[in-house]
């Protein structure tokens, strides 16, 4: 009942800043958890950071201080600031959708996700 759709990727030089959008259509974010993950080149999907529909927050440890997940109820969007970006960041980003989720950061917990974008940090 949720099509998400992600943009903002793109090509960055290490220590720049990028913002990740994150759009839903069907319904309302208002009573879902969103999670961002990644996918590096050659390894496999991990966490990144999620927000619970109670607005509790996680990060991992390699993104903490680093990054930030916030929410637009009224636009129904999700974004992820990125700051201080290292080449180890380079990925391909995927934002996903928990009904009634608390902010979790295993993957199968979540029911709908986006095609991914792909974000390049240059040295």
């Known amino acids: 009942q949720v099509q998400l759709v992600e943009s903002g990727g793109g090509l960055v030089q290490a220590g720049g800043s990028l913002r990740l959008s994150c759009a839903a259509s069907?319904?309302?974010?208002?009573?879902?958890?969103m999670g961002w993950f990644r996918q590096p080149p050659g390894k496999e999907r991990e966490f990144v950071a999620a927000?619970?529909?109670?607005?509790?927050?996680l990060y991992s440890d390699s993104v903490k201080g680093r990054f930030t997940i916030s929410r637009d109820i009224a636009k129904n969007t999700v974004y992820l600031q990125m700051n201080s970006l290292k080449p180890e960041d380079t990925a391909v980003y995927y934002c996903?959708?928990?009904?009634?989720?608390?902010?979790?950061?295993?993957?199968?917990?979540?029911?709908?996700w986006g095609q991914g974008t792909q974000v390049t940090v240059s040295s």
């Open positions: 996903a959708a928990d009904w009634r989720g608390d902010g979790s950061n295993r993957s199968w917990e979540y029911d709908y």
């Open positions: 069907g319904r309302s974010f208002k009573n879902f958890a």
């Open positions: 927000r619970g529909w109670n607005s509790d927050t």
